[in-house]
């Protein structure tokens, strides 16, 4: 039996059925990150799971108990907020041991949980300041420690990252994931940034206008995309997904009896940038992002009207200039296959 498990969840706004029979399983230290567009439901669904929102169809039980009904202080989870949500008159310490002084836990053990948690988050020295004395990233670590404090057997993050610049959202990441192998916590943490989502996970929940698209571990939804959306919602920059009409060229590449009356998808780090007449395909770059360790080559290749853009993903630098010509080709076996309604095409069936 599962740890967590939805089962056929909905949630309607009136006539908007905004969760569609959401079913789902989640195993005991496992972390699960929801991730999708905005308006896909995910903080919605992390909202019902946390007993701020009603579950207005279906069951959600945890630990082998039916816990649907009970209000969210009954449910033993605890749920980190986007903003923080500090009380801003209290210090850390009395921050993150408000909810063991309301349940009256004694001081000693509040004491010692709070003391140990800090421990764990680099906080000790800024337990007796204000939240208005700290910075963004310890904000949210407090935020943090007021959750781990009560044990709970569940965490739940609502974009806890969002209000961080970039340089503290990639430090509080690696933080979090520390904490999660540290913890050994249940936690479901919901994202709309990708990189979060492949870099935290065991397992990772695309969602899609109320509904699961896809689950699975990162690297398997990255190889093994069960649509076209989760294919380019996955990945950074994103997966090229070309008409066949619009690039004819790029059937022959693929081979004309295996390219569907569909998309060619590829990914950016296998189209391999050649010099000018040579590779399979003639284009001319658009653009050249130059990133350090990695270079991203835009490239127009001929086809109908204005033609189609491949990117390019290299390790290697480069002295190409927007306007140069170059020939491109795409890594044998690398194509990913999709019919006109974005279901991917099966390799048996599309590949030969």
Do not use: W
């Not at 969840?9 to 905005?38: C, M, T, Y």
């Not at 002084?101 to 988050?121: F, H, M, P, Q, S």
């Not at 337990?127 to 959750?147: C, F, W, Y």
């Not at 933080?175 to 397992?203: C, F, N, P, S, W």
């Amino acid at each position: 039996m599962a740890f967590l498990e939805l089962k056929n969840v909905e949630k309607f706004f009136g006539d908007l059925r905004a969760i569609k029979g959401v079913n789902l399983q989640i195993e005991r230290g496992e972390f699960v990150v929801f991730v999708g567009p905005s308006g896909c439901g995910k903080s919605t669904l992390l909202r019902m799971i946390a007993g701020l929102a009603e579950i207005d169809g279906g069951s959600l039980h945890l630990d082998g108990r039916d816990i649907t009904k009970l209000p969210s202080s009954k449910r033993d989870l605890a749920m980190v907020f986007q903003s923080y949500a500090l009380y801003p008159h209290m210090s850390v310490f009395d921050n993150m041991s408000f909810a063991l002084r309301l349940a009256n836990v004694d001081k000693a053990v509040i004491k010692e949980k709070v003391g140990r948690t800090a421990e764990i988050l680099n906080l000790t020295q800024y337990l007796h300041r204000t939240p208005k004395e700290l910075s963004g990233g310890q904000r949210q670590r407090v935020a943090i420690g007021r959750a781990i404090v009560r044990a709970p057997k569940v965490f739940l993050f609502d974009e806890p990252l969002s209000n961080l610049d970039a340089a503290l959202r990639g430090q509080t990441r690696v933080e979090i994931a520390k904490l999660h192998r540290d913890l050994g916590a249940t936690t479901i943490y919901v994202t709309h940034d990708q990189v979060e989502a492949m870099t935290l996970a065991d397992r990772v929940v695309v969602l899609r206008d109320g509904a699961i698209e896809q689950a699975g571990s990162p690297l398997a939804l990255y190889d093994k995309p069960a649509n076209q959306f989760v294919a380019q919602f996955i990945g950074t920059p994103q997966m090229n997904v070309i008409d066949t009409t619009a690039l004819p060229a790029l059937r022959d590449v693929v081979g004309a009896g295996n390219a569907p009356d569909g998309f060619i998808g590829v990914r950016p780090e296998n189209v391999m940038v050649r010099p000018a007449g040579s590779g399979r395909l003639a284009g001319q770059v658009e653009l050249v992002e130059s990133l350090g360790a990695d270079t991203l080559i835009y490239a127009q290749v001929g086809g109908t009207g204005k033609g189609v853009q491949l990117v390019a993903r290299q390790s290697e630098r480069t002295s190409l200039r927007p306007g140069d010509a170059v020939g491109l080709d795409i890594a044998p076996s690398s194509f990913h296959l999709f019919d006109r309604q974005g279901h991917t095409v099966p390799a048996q069936a599309g590949r030969g």
